[in-house]
């Protein structure tokens, strides 16, 4: 677990450094036991810090417009920097920073070979581009507010399966994703109920040429890229759900320990006994594990609980069979839809025929034939007939006349 950083001891070295001396110190790499990354420097670890701080002390919303608070909430964490590293060298500091997250988020581009959005809307309706959308709620850098983005991930056998890359968070409330260890935490659910309102997710490789990591200028990736222009789909896999997500990978599945914590109110309690644990040594992954075992009612594991397994695995079989009643339904109304059409155009090509014959010949003998010679032509084309159809059939009828 990551230890805090001595804020009193870096804005006691800071204050009695020069302008040149801050830049050189704040650029050197953390040391090990702070640093949250490899590679963080000391002065994208303060600015951890000092978020992290800001983050416990600024959270009344209330009477604010989101666009509001998160401003208030900037400015704050702002003026707190400010008072350790110097009000005048601050915009240097900042410019830093900025540069830092460039550099890095160039470093993870140039490895990142394929990049997917997980979404619940099926093929059929999601479309052949994934487009940007406005965000209903600040993303997780509290920077880009309102801004239409869309999301995507490296992540093949991803987190999203269970809550997909939305900018609508509202329809994804309490759901936990834990990328360092892939891990999903589900609270103020109760796990039946949860499981019923999901659908099946798919996987759409998109373009990513547009897109760029979602890293804070603390040097943290969120594990996210985010993009503002329209990407097209490459490829599509599913349908997907937490049956997929929680199994063994030597059963087809991508081992990710999901778990429920029914009453949102115990989240505080358990997360402080986890990170008891995981002070101790352990793992992320091994203290929720050992957490669960000691609170079963509390922190469920999905994956160990059989009867909850069960009961995902015949929702899904449902799933499958309503979506396949849908696909027959579907084809059978557009196969409807078709024979109407087919029939439209028939009657509209006889019309026409119709109007020609009557435009091209005055004796109804002449008619007839005309009309055989059409109705004959529709059967093997599907065409109407043309004036040059019409100027042989004058030819053949003057011809019998001599």
């Not at 760029?212 to 896999?237: C, H, M």
């Not at 027959?328 to 109007?355: H, Q, V």
Request: hydrophobic share 30%; no cysteine; proline share 4%.
């Amino acid at each position: 677990m990551d230890k805090t950083l001595n804020l009193k001891t870096t804005e006691s070295v800071l204050k009695s450094l020069s302008t040149e001396e801050k830049s050189a110190y704040l650029s050197q790499l953390a040391p090990t036991e702070t640093a949250q990354f490899e590679g963080q420097t000391i002065g994208q670890r303060l600015f951890a810090e000092i978020s992290n701080v800001n983050d416990k002390w600024h959270t009344n919303a209330a009477g604010k417009t989101l666009e509001e608070f998160v401003a208030e909430h900037n400015r704050a964490r702002d003026n707190l920097l400010k008072s350790i590293v110097g009000e005048d060298y601050f915009p240097a500091y900042q410019a830093e920073l900025e540069s830092l997250r460039k550099k890095r988020s160039l470093e993870i581009m140039n490895k990142t070979k394929h990049l997917y959005h997980f979404s619940q809307t099926p093929p059929e309706k999601f479309g052949s581009q994934l487009t940007p959308a406005p965000q209903t709620k600040e993303n997780a850098l509290y920077e880009k507010s309102r801004i239409p983005l869309s999301y995507a991930t490296a992540d093949e056998g991803s987190l999203y399966i269970l809550k997909p890359a939305s900018n609508k968070t509202d329809d994804y409330e309490g759901i936990h994703l834990h990328t360092d260890e892939k891990i999903a935490v589900i609270s103020g659910h109760k796990p039946k109920e949860f499981l019923e309102k999901q659908n099946f997710s798919y996987q759409y490789e998109v373009d990513k040429k547009d897109f760029k990591p979602n890293i804070s200028l603390d040097g943290r990736f969120t594990g996210e890229y985010e993009s503002d222009k329209p990407a097209d789909i490459l490829d599509i896999k599913g349908p997907y759900s937490i049956t997929d997500m929680t199994a063994p990978k030597d059963k087809g599945g991508f081992d990710i320990p999901v778990y429920f914590i029914p009453n949102k109110d115990d989240k505080a309690s358990l997360r402080e006994k986890i990170n008891q644990l995981r002070g101790l040594g352990a793992s992320k992954r091994a203290a929720m594990a050992q957490i669960s075992e000691q609170y079963p009612e509390k922190f469920i594991s999905f994956n160990r609980n059989k009867e909850l397994v069960e009961y995902a695995k015949q929702l899904d079989l449902k799933r499958q069979k309503e979506d396949r009643l849908k696909e027959i339904e579907t084809a059978r109304k557009l196969n409807k839809e078709a024979l109407i059409e087919a029939r439209r155009r028939r009657l509209a090509l006889k019309e026409a025929n119709k109007i020609m014959i009557k435009r091209g010949f005055q004796n109804p003998k002449n008619q007839k034939a005309a009309q055989k010679h059409a109705d004959k032509k529709e059967r093997k084309t599907g065409k109407p007939l043309t004036q040059k159809d019409i100027k042989i059939l004058k030819l053949k009828a003057t011809s019998k006349k001599r």
